[in-house]
């Protein structure tokens, strides 16, 4: 099992981007997902996570109204739309897989993780 999560760049505060990554492997379906950041210098931390089938969803207050996760199991994809960015979402936006319960948010309990896509929102 392989996640490559892509989709980061440099925007404004107030601008639109939309993180995707990409599943590699057997039993996408079966997994939980999940998205989290690192902002420089400080630890990993979780943004939002998805059930494997897709109807449960859970966001940590920070993005919560602003960030939406989605799947797509016919493309083996997990999405990470995230609106109006703010400087303080700067980070490295890691994917990551868990058969732990979909609401997991912390990251001990995901066992795939991707390389990360770096998010820089310029005030």
């Known amino acids: 099992v392989q996640l490559q999560a892509s989709g980061g760049g440099l925007v404004q505060a107030g601008a639109s981007l939309r993180l995707s990554c990409t599943f590699s492997?057997?039993?996408?379906?079966?997994?939980?997902m999940g998205w989290f950041r690192q902002a420089p210098g400080k630890g990993r931390e979780f943004a939002a996570s998805i059930s494997w089938t897709g109807d449960n969803t859970y966001y940590a207050d920070s993005v919560k109204g602003r960030f939406t996760i989605s799947r797509d199991i016919t493309k083996n994809t997990v999405s990470l739309q995230m609106n109006s960015l703010k400087p303080e979402d700067t980070a490295i936006y890691y994917c990551?897989?868990?058969?732990?319960?979909?609401?997991?948010?912390?990251?001990?309990?995901?066992?795939?993780w991707g390389h990360g896509t770096l998010v820089t929102v310029s005030s």
């Open positions: 990551a897989a868990t058969n732990s319960p979909w609401g997991a948010a912390s990251e001990y309990l995901y066992d795939v």
């Open positions: 492997g057997r039993a996408f379906s079966s997994y939980n």
